[in-house]
């Protein structure tokens, strides 16, 4: 038979090995709800960047359709819209490429003129 001692010293180690496992379960339960609260963060992040990315895809066609008006405004032999009154072809002499420091002096005097 089993001594007290032994007795004694048996029971000291399941106790220990019981609360290790309260431990662990414990553990367990805390990273199972950060995991789930990570996962609803992703998500949600995800929808943001998303409706993010419709956004910029709305803003981008509205940019493509606003220079090809533009472009369009600006060739010879169409129709002039009449849309605006300031509007006029040719275009002013600042909206032209030129050389760097010509195109700055040529600017500077057309806006004076506005």
């Known amino acids: 038979m089993a001594s007290a001692g032994q007795f004694t010293v048996l ?3 399941i106790e220990e090995l019981t609360e290790e496992r309260l431990q662990l379960s414990r553990g367990l339960v805390a990273a199972q709800r950060a995991q789930q609260q990570l996962g609803e963060e992703n998500a ?3 929808d943001k960047l998303n409706e993010q990315a419709k956004h910029i895809d709305k ?3 509205k940019v493509r359709r606003a220079a090809k008006g533009k472009q369009a405004a600006h060739r010879p032999g169409q129709a ?3 849309k605006s009154s300031k509007s006029r072809w040719p275009p002013c002499a600042c ?3 030129l050389s760097a420091a010509k195109g700055a002096a040529q600017r500077a005097s057309c806006k004076a003129r506005k």
């Open 59 to 61: 803003l981008n066609k």
């Open 11 to 13: 029971q000291q180690h």
């Open 95 to 97: 909206e032209q490429p």
């Open 44 to 46: 949600a992040l995800a």
């Open 80 to 82: 002039r819209t009449g």
